[in-house]
């Protein structure tokens, strides 16, 4: 029945969730036309941000985004979780709140059990209740791959809408979730994680940042994004170049799940990590001393990871305060200076 199949099993790239690598994805979009100038639109492709932003009135306006994949652990209903948990990850990252969602299924409807189906959807629906997201619809295929995810809308205020642009000299960078989950959930398919490890890695991917997301609504954030496909570094540059700074980040200060440096020494590296450190390879500047392994974990393809914050120092460290309080598995990780703009020192 549903929890008797290996569903990861069932995924030609063997479920880590790696988007479409960085660089392949550039070539692409920069081959299309650019769109016509709309100035309501405040968060487009520009700054390769985590949700589209529209302004409807000068008090409100609507987050869009949309994520999808292939399973990543073997539980339909811990798969649907975590792809709900991290489509509406995007949301929480701009400041907004998130409302509605619209299921995104390709299923191989007539070859394996419509039980997995029922437990995913099940899944994410738990997920979004939990939320406070109204499911309104979806969209199904029939596909031989199992792929799952959600289209969320979110609303904010305009002029309160975070981005990955407005980092600032001298703030800290906060980090709400370990990573390595590429590495781990790549180490479910080849049977080398007992299942205390399989439910502390799910525990990650299926917790929503939404406590991380309110607890910072009370503080002057500079800037934000959600940890995801491209990896902690990735996505780091991508805040360093939209804001014009230098990150430096202290590699023993990055929380890391158990086990990870061990199980990429022993081959789970994605390949969507492996893509990842290629892409930012360029701008990040890493110890001499540092072990190729430890470059992947810190470049390491992410499902529903944290929120990078970057906030002044004093708001930081109170912040870092109050999400701990929270239950939230926070740390500061790195800082923000003058330099070179757009690249990133490992420490």
Excluded at 36 to 63: F, M, Q, R
Excluded at 274 to 285: A, I, L, T
Aim: glycine share 10%; with cysteine.
């Amino acid at each position: 029945m549903a929890n008797k199949i290996k569903l990861t099993s069932l995924s030609s790239k063997g479920g880590c969730g790696c988007k479409i690598g960085p660089a392949d994805l550039e070539q692409v979009l920069h081959t299309l036309p650019t769109a016509a100038p709309n100035e309501n639109l405040l968060v487009g492709l520009d700054t390769s941000d985590d949700a589209g932003v529209y302004k409807l009135t000068d008090d409100l306006a609507i987050v869009q985004t949309v994520d999808f994949f292939t399973p990543i652990v073997d539980d339909p209903y811990s798969f649907g979780q975590v792809a709900a948990a991290n489509a509406i990850s995007d949301v929480y990252a701009m400041g907004g709140t998130p409302i509605t969602a619209l299921n995104i299924v390709a299923f191989p409807i007539s070859t394996l059990d419509k039980d997995i189906l029922t437990e995913i959807l099940r899944g994410a629906q738990d997920k979004l209740e939990e939320a406070g997201v109204s499911l309104v619809g979806g969209h199904s295929i029939d596909d031989q791959e199992p792929k799952f995810g959600l289209a969320v809308t979110g609303t904010v205020n305009p002029k309160k809408v975070r981005t990955n642009k407005g980092a600032k000299p001298g703030d800290k960078l906060i980090l709400t979730k370990p990573i390595g989950v590429g590495i781990m959930s790549t180490s479910i398919k080849n049977n080398l994680l007992d299942e205390s490890e399989i439910q502390r890695v799910t525990d990650v991917m299926t917790t929503l940042n939404k406590t991380a997301a309110e607890t910072m609504a009370a503080y002057d954030i500079h800037a934000c994004t959600d940890v995801t496909g491209f990896g902690l570094l990735g996505h780091a540059s991508e805040m360093a170049a939209a804001s014009d700074v230098e990150i430096n980040i202290t590699y023993d200060n990055v929380p890391i799940l158990p086990r990870v440096k061990e199980l990429a020494e022993s081959g789970s590296v994605p390949g969507g990590t492996k893509n990842n450190f290629k892409h930012v390879q360029d701008v990040v500047n890493y110890p001499e001393t540092m072990d190729q392994t430890d470059k992947w974990i810190l470049c390491d393809a992410v499902t529903s990871g944290g929120l990078l914050i970057s906030a002044g120092s004093d708001d930081a460290e109170s912040l870092l305060g109050d999400l701990q309080k929270n239950g939230v598995e926070a740390k500061i990780i790195g800082e923000v200076i003058s330099g070179k703009n757009g690249q990133i020192t490992v420490q």
